[in-house]
């Protein structure tokens, strides 16, 4: 079993940056995908970014690229997700997620463990 926390959600002003991270207890991470996903209220889930652990091989979506950089912490066992240049339709909740396979995904339905999510708010 792998339980995500998520941590490092908040308010910002447009053009600001923040730094999301996800800690992982129970289970290193090894061999795992890592993924970002977001739901805005009304709105279906949406893949944000993802990171292979073993292969270091990262997948962007394509609202967030060139923005967003996803990376590994080894001695941490977490996973950041670094945002900037935020945009007010960068407002969700955003979540961490598992996969036990080793190479990236953008389908949530692939994941199965998940944190609880985090805020961010991005005003403009």
């Known amino acids: 079993q792998v339980q995500l926390v998520e941590s490092g959600g908040g308010l910002v002003q447009a053009g600001g940056s923040l730094r999301l991270s996800c800690a992982a207890s129970g289970r290193t991470f090894s061999s795992y995908t890592i993924g970002w996903f977001r739901q805005a209220p009304g709105k279906e889930r949406e893949f944000v970014a993802a990171?292979?652990?073993?292969?270091?091989?990262?997948s962007y979506g394509d609202s967030v690229k060139g923005r967003f950089t996803i990376s590994r912490d080894n001695a941490k066992n977490t996973v950041n997700l670094q945002m900037n240049n935020l945009k007010p339709e960068d407002t969700a909740v955003y979540f961490c997620?598992?996969?036990?396979?080793?190479?990236?995904?953008?389908?949530?339905?692939?994941?199965?463990?998940w944190g609880q999510g985090t805020q961010v708010t991005v005003s403009s």
């Open positions: 990171i292979s652990w073993v292969l270091g091989a990262t």
């Open positions: 997620a598992a996969r036990t396979l080793m190479y990236t995904s953008a389908s949530s339905s692939e994941y199965g463990y």
